[in-house]
């Protein structure tokens, strides 16, 4: 039996598809078409050959970031799988969240620990560290982005069918059996892991312009701000989007024809008493324990110092409040474009092609995706929004309504699909419907509009280029600080959104802890 969400009300479902694009990839191919009609035209020449050199810098510098975070990841999942084998599902959950913690968070804590650290030195040695260049940004990026391979990791350990568990116990386990039989099981989350964190940190300039590094999407938007037309600007950084679309197509590919489960977290570590396993667990110690202290010490001590903590904190409440009032806004309206993505995506056939177009603004550069967003609402009928104090909420919910819609689908998938069609027969009508659904997953949705919100707090790339004048963000405000060196203004205001991220990550494992194995 099949049933029709928008049986009907066919007006609402036109008016529900406009949005869906509207909000979502209309920007991006807005400004795609508009680029390839002014190349056939003659009016846009774009040399290639240093941008491709750059390009290929970047490429190599974001490999050595991936390659350094899955180690970490690695060495940090078998600390916790080794040492707090107890405690395993819950601090997976946990690591996995850490995830929306801001990058600029990690890069001024590590500039605080270093500078101490320097200083330390130069008493006892009479030198000091460069903390700076490429080795600043791989091992920053390395940081920010180690809980999304130590979770990944961690939960795979914990999946690994418990028949090997017993099979290796019983034969007494050893480096073998490890090497040939559990590693080959973390391959996948490895992988996926180390994919994620290649798409997210070439797409990404904030980490890089600070260590003063230059990469392929900061010259993107150093190309704009020296007055390139968008449309140019956009044929520079296609080369980037070709990469970025062909991982997510293998990524996609990959996905769709692995056994890749977390079903049951509930595996046994039989090496845990071998000497060969306590090494590279000590080794995931040392790096949780920098991962944890660094931020958490090293902003804590940076503000108690600050006389003004509270005038800094009072004199940014413009800031933010705006970028609660965006973020808000983001989450709870990213709801609308991710339920319409849901119910397209379970009626398309072609599924891996209808998610690779949806997470077009989510895998693009932060550069083009707001130059996207500006070439679209930028227009006399338009105009007035992008004017407005809400535009970048809306290339909030561009650029993260993917995320909820991804969300929203697994909620949804792990409903048992008699129940969905007694539900379409029993309550009929769209909002019926869809209230009887909110009851069935309503902390899922909530754990989306949470996501979202932290993200969207944390966003810089996209709101730098659509805020309107006179309005400021507060990951803004302290990316200017940084580049300023501000120090003491900087600690203050990344203490203070240190303790709003971990505030929501409390409040979304409470609210998830109940789902680990789900």
């Given at each position: 039996?099949?049933?029709?969400?928008?049986?009907?009300?066919?007006?609402?479902?036109?008016?529900?598809?406009?949005?869906?694009?509207?909000?979502?990839?209309?920007?991006?191919?807005?400004?795609?078409?508009?680029?390839?009609?002014?190349?056939?035209?003659?009016?846009?020449?774009?040399?290639?050959?240093?941008?491709?050199?750059?390009?290929?810098?970047?490429?190599?510098?974001?490999?050595?970031?991936?390659?350094?975070?899955?180690?970490?990841?690695?060495?940090?999942?078998?600390?916790?799988?080794?040492?707090?084998?107890?405690?395993?599902?819950?601090?997976?959950?946990?690591?996995?969240?850490?995830?929306?913690?801001?990058?600029?968070?990690?890069?001024?804590?590590?500039?605080?620990?270093?500078?101490?650290?320097?200083?330390?030195?130069?008493?006892?040695?009479?030198?000091?560290?460069?903390?700076?260049?490429?080795?600043?940004?791989?091992?920053?990026?390395?940081?920010?982005?180690?809980?999304?391979?130590?979770?990944?990791?961690?939960?795979?350990?914990?999946?690994?069918?418990?028949?090997?568990?017993?099979?290796?116990?019983?034969?007494?386990?050893?480096?073998?059996?490890?090497?040939?039989?559990?590693?080959?099981?973390?391959?996948?989350?490895?992988?996926?892991?180390?994919?994620?964190?290649?798409?997210?940190?070439?797409?990404?300039?904030?980490?890089?312009?600070?260590?003063?590094?230059?990469?392929?999407?900061?010259?993107?938007?150093?190309?704009?701000?020296?007055?390139?037309?968008?449309?140019?600007?956009?044929?520079?950084?296609?080369?980037?989007?070709?990469?970025?679309?062909?991982?997510?197509?293998?990524?996609?590919?990959?996905i769709s024809r692995s056994n890749f489960s977390f079903s049951t977290m509930k595996c046994i570590n039989p090496f845990k008493k071998?000497?060969?396993?306590?090494?590279?667990?000590?080794?995931?110690?040392?790096?949780?324990?920098?991962?944890?202290?660094?931020?958490?010490?090293?902003?804590?001590?940076?503000a108690v110092r600050v006389k003004g903590a509270i005038a800094v904190l009072a004199n940014s409440v413009n800031e933010i409040s705006?970028?609660?009032?965006?973020?808000?806004?983001?989450?709870?309206?990213?709801?609308?474009?991710?339920?319409?993505?849901?119910?397209?995506?379970?009626?398309?056939?072609?599924?891996?092609?209808?998610?690779?177009?949806?997470?077009?603004?989510?895998?693009?550069?932060?550069?083009?995706?707001?130059?996207?967003?500006?070439?679209?609402?930028?227009?006399?009928?338009?105009?007035?929004?992008?004017?407005?104090?809400?535009?970048?909420?809306?290339?909030?919910?561009?650029?993260?309504?993917?995320?909820?819609?991804?969300?929203?689908?697994?909620?949804?998938?792990?409903?048992?699909?008699?129940?969905?069609?007694?539900?379409?027969?029993?309550?009929?009508?769209?909002?019926?419907?869809?209230?009887?659904?909110?009851?069935?997953?309503?902390?899922?949705?909530?754990?989306?509009?949470?996501?979202?919100?932290?993200?969207?707090?944390?966003?810089?790339?996209?709101?730098?280029?659509?805020?309107?004048?006179?309005?400021?963000?507060?990951?803004?405000?302290?990316?200017?600080?940084?580049?300023?060196?501000?120090?003491?203004?900087?600690?203050?205001?990344?203490?203070?959104?240190?303790?709003?991220?971990?505030?929501?990550?409390?409040?979304?494992?409470?609210?998830?802890?109940?789902?680990?194995?789900?």
């Amino acid at each position: 039996m099949k049933f029709n969400l928008f049986k009907g009300v066919h007006f609402l479902k036109v008016l529900a598809v406009v949005l869906l694009i509207l909000l979502t990839i209309a920007p991006v191919l807005y400004i795609f078409m508009g680029s390839i009609a002014t190349t056939f035209k003659g009016n846009i020449t774009i040399d290639y050959t240093s941008g491709m050199l750059l390009l290929f810098k970047s490429v190599l510098l974001n490999l050595g970031a991936m390659v350094l975070t899955i180690l970490f990841g690695l060495l940090s999942a078998i600390c916790v799988w080794v040492f707090l084998e107890k405690y395993a599902v819950k601090i997976a959950l946990g690591i996995l969240m850490l995830i929306l913690l801001p990058p600029f968070i990690h890069t001024q804590s590590w500039i605080f620990f270093v500078d101490k650290l320097n200083s330390f030195l130069e008493q006892i040695l009479g030198v000091a560290l460069n903390f700076n260049g490429i080795f600043a940004v791989i091992l920053t990026i390395a940081f920010s982005y180690l809980p999304i391979t130590a979770g990944l990791c961690l939960i795979a350990l914990l999946s690994i069918p418990s028949e090997l568990s017993d099979m290796c116990r019983i034969d007494g386990g050893g480096k073998t059996a490890f090497l040939k039989i559990y590693l080959p099981f973390l391959y996948p989350a490895l992988c996926i892991g180390g994919l994620l964190v290649f798409l997210l940190s070439i797409n990404d300039y904030g980490i890089p312009s600070v260590f003063g590094i230059n990469v392929f999407v900061l010259e993107l938007y150093s190309r704009f701000s020296a007055g390139n037309s968008i449309y140019s600007v956009f044929l520079a950084g296609f080369p980037l989007f070709l990469l970025c679309a062909t991982i997510m197509a293998l990524f996609g590919f990959y996905i769709s024809r692995s056994n890749f489960s977390f079903s049951t977290m509930k595996c046994i570590n039989p090496f845990k008493k071998e000497k060969f396993i306590k090494t590279p667990a000590v080794f995931g110690l040392v790096i949780l324990v920098f991962f944890a202290i660094v931020p958490l010490f090293n902003l804590t001590y940076e503000a108690v110092r600050v006389k003004g903590a509270i005038a800094v904190l009072a004199n940014s409440v413009n800031e933010i409040s705006y970028s609660a009032f965006i973020s808000i806004l983001a989450a709870v309206f990213s709801f609308i474009p991710a339920l319409l993505f849901t119910y397209s995506f379970y009626k398309s056939k072609a599924r891996i092609l209808f998610l690779g177009v949806a997470a077009l603004p989510f895998i693009i550069s932060s550069p083009i995706a707001g130059l996207s967003l500006i070439k679209m609402w930028n227009t006399p009928l338009l105009s007035f929004v992008y004017r407005s104090p809400i535009m970048p909420a809306i290339a909030l919910i561009s650029r993260f309504a993917f995320v909820e819609a991804v969300i929203l689908t697994v909620a949804i998938s792990r409903l048992d699909k008699a129940l969905i069609e007694n539900m379409a027969l029993h309550y009929p009508g769209l909002f019926r419907f869809f209230k009887c659904m909110a009851q069935l997953i309503w902390k899922e949705c909530l754990a989306g509009i949470l996501i979202v919100f932290a993200l969207s707090m944390g966003e810089f790339g996209v709101t730098l280029l659509v805020t309107p004048p006179g309005y400021q963000t507060l990951t803004i405000k302290i990316y200017n600080y940084l580049h300023y060196g501000a120090s003491e203004i900087v600690a203050v205001l990344c203490l203070f959104m240190l303790v709003v991220m971990l505030l929501i990550l409390l409040l979304l494992f409470l609210l998830l802890k109940g789902e680990k194995n789900e």
